[in-house]
């Protein structure tokens, strides 16, 4: 006798979401949040996660209705434990009565115990153990193959939730083209004439060298003559200098204290993107823009764009792998596979 699908067995007007992550793990899971809403349409779904995700969830507001920021975990790396507000984080939560809380952080050794406490009606994520029904609780082995995408789409499934997409999306608002056009960042920048190169990442020591990326600039630059514009958070300015300072042509350094939107408008009237594995390489995705993405530590299998032809991933941890990010952006600006490559779909990474 077949089992009913978990969301058949509860009347389900609201839910809170637990995923307490940065900016590539969040656009990972809009697929997942695209079900949940195919799936519960009238629901009042919250997501709760790390403060900066407040700008995420207002922009995904087709699918999130709120946002509770998430004051932290000993056991979880992402930010320091803001204790004094643990006791009316969660009794705030638990006084709202949420009909199902569902675990969206992973394979659940500390995820479980932080969504457990939120004293949900029912409760659904995966587990690093075996899988797990009863009425109130769902628990899923976590997927070790797989996209990101793919893996949450997994918890969906069990769920009954119907198969909405597992293509990313990154909606730009009328706010962010004002922002850019407000900042002055980039100013006279003709669309589709010039590329966006994106040297940084949150963690530094997986960043493609500076002489790298402008090697690949300059050379694009002399063959196509499309502008190089050097994009990051006012942090990576640094990092954008340093590219300039090892090109020989001109680049536009648009390293600057704006928005994630207002970069993403920036990046959405490129031809290209040329990034490291990190949150822009999804914004990328999102938008449709074709990318080189530079891997060197993640798990590419997991991480990389699931668009192989439209986004090359290229595993290059000893940097020495230019002249395969040039050929790649090159067949990417001009419509042709690289030489040698197989039929569509045989070489997945490069």
């Not at 004094?84 to 638990?94: F, K, V």
């Not at 900042?183 to 004439?193: I, R, T």
């Amino acid at each position: 006798m077949t089992r009913r699908p978990f969301l058949h067995h509860h009347e389900i007007r609201s839910v809170i979401v637990f995923r307490a992550l940065q900016l590539g793990d969040m656009l990972c899971a809009v697929p997942a949040l695209r079900s949940l809403r195919a799936a519960l349409p009238e629901a009042r779904i919250v997501l709760t996660g790390l403060p900066w995700a407040a700008q995420f969830a207002q922009r995904f507001d087709k699918y999130i209705d709120e946002f509770l920021p998430f004051p932290g975990h000993p056991l979880l790396p992402e930010q320091p434990v803001r204790h004094e507000e643990l006791t009316s984080y969660y009794a705030s939560i638990c006084d709202r009565g949420f009909d199902l809380a569902l675990q969206l952080h992973g394979s659940g050794d500390v995820s479980n115990h932080i969504v457990g406490g939120f004293g949900a009606s029912a409760m659904a994520g995966f587990t690093r153990g075996e899988a797990s029904q009863s009425e109130r609780t769902l628990l899923v082995p976590y997927p070790n193959m797989g996209s990101e995408q793919e893996r949450l789409l997994a918890l969906l499934d069990r769920l009954g939730a119907p198969f909405a997409g597992a293509e990313l999306e990154f909606p730009l608002k009328r706010e962010d083209i004002e922002e850019l056009e407000a900042s002055k960042v980039a100013p006279d920048l003709e669309p589709g004439n010039y590329i966006c190169i994106h040297p940084g990442a949150r963690k530094r020591d997986k960043c493609w060298p500076p002489g790298c990326f402008a090697e690949v600039a300059d050379q694009l630059r002399h063959e196509f003559g499309f502008d190089t514009v050097l994009t990051g958070s006012a942090d990576e300015a640094p990092l954008a200098r340093a590219v300039a300072q090892h090109m020989r042509t001109p680049a536009i350094e648009a390293a600057a204290p704006i928005s994630i939107g207002a970069m993403a408008a920036l990046m959405s009237r490129s031809r290209l993107l040329i990034c490291n594995d990190t949150g822009v390489s999804h914004i990328a995705a999102g938008l449709g823009l074709n990318s080189v993405v530079v891997f060197s530590k993640a798990d590419i299998a997991r991480w990389a764009p699931t668009d192989r032809l439209r986004h090359r991933c290229i595993w290059d941890p000893a940097a020495e792998r230019s002249a395969v990010v040039l050929q790649h952006a090159r067949a990417l600006l001009t419509g042709t596979a690289p030489s040698g490559q197989r039929a569509a779909g045989m070489w997945p990474y490069w």
